[in-house]
T-cell receptor
């Protein structure tokens, strides 16, 4: 059973370019969460999605950031017109539909560097 | 903010010693979870303790929860060099499914 997969693992972009981060949840998991981690800090929640629905995007910056989880394919976190402050590690986590456990399973992360 | 806060921020011990990390939070919770993160890696789930539980064990890990003090502790017994990592507490509260993480404790176990 493969774990949560994220790609790319490292991404370098110049200011003004777009960054696309992908996340494939664990098999059987229909809930996906994106978190951002700045150096030496904990993870900060960004957005929670289920298939074809954004459930909670309260942690997402209002501009330039968007997320989707289509019926087919991975979840995508898109950052348009990146700035240096977007440099961080972006982690995706997934969980099963049932609320019997709140354990989230994390991917290895995508480290975004904006030059 | 309902963010968990870990204490201490950094801890350095000798192999074989016990390591204790603490987490405090501000609101009522559904459960509290501890995760480990090795440098440059993703998070690994260690243990989950529900709000109606007071203590839980998993191998060399022991977690306690005191909801009256809004605090939790993670004890790692007989530490090993491989335990060197950052440890985060994360809380689940209300109907929200996302986790709120603390800023972490950096544990260094010296061989």
């Amino acid at each position: 059973n493969a774990g949560v997969m994220q790609n790319p693992r490292h991404l370098v972009r110049r200011r003004g370019q777009e960054a696309r981060l992908r996340c494939s949840p664990m098999k059987g998991h229909s809930h996906v969460y994106w978190y951002r981690q700045l150096p030496e800090e904990g993870l900060k929640f960004m957005v929670y999605l289920q298939k074809e629905n954004i459930i909670d995007e309260s942690g997402m910056p209002k501009e330039r950031f968007s997320a989707e989880f289509p019926k087919e394919g991975p979840s995508i976190l898109r950052i348009q017109q990146v700035v240096r402050g977007d440099s961080a590690a972006y982690f995706c986590a997934s969980s099963p539909p049932a609320r019997s456990t709140d354990t989230q399973y994390f991917g290895p992360g995508t480290r975004l560097t904006v030059l | 903010s309902q963010q968990g806060e870990e204490d201490p921020q950094a801890l350095s011990i000798q192999e074989g010693e016990n390591a204790t990390m603490n987490c405090s939070y501000k609101t009522s919770i559904n459960n509290l979870q501890w995760y480990r993160q090795n440098s440059g890696r993703g998070l690994v789930h260690l243990i989950l303790i529900r709000s109606n539980e007071r203590e839980k064990h998993s191998g060399r890990l022991r977690v306690t929860l005191d909801t009256s003090k809004k605090s939790s502790s993670l004890l790692i017994t007989a530490s090993r060099a491989a335990d060197t990592a950052s440890y985060f507490c994360a809380i689940s509260s209300g109907s929200a499914r996302q986790l709120t993480f603390g800023s972490g404790t950096q544990l260094t176990v010296l061989p």
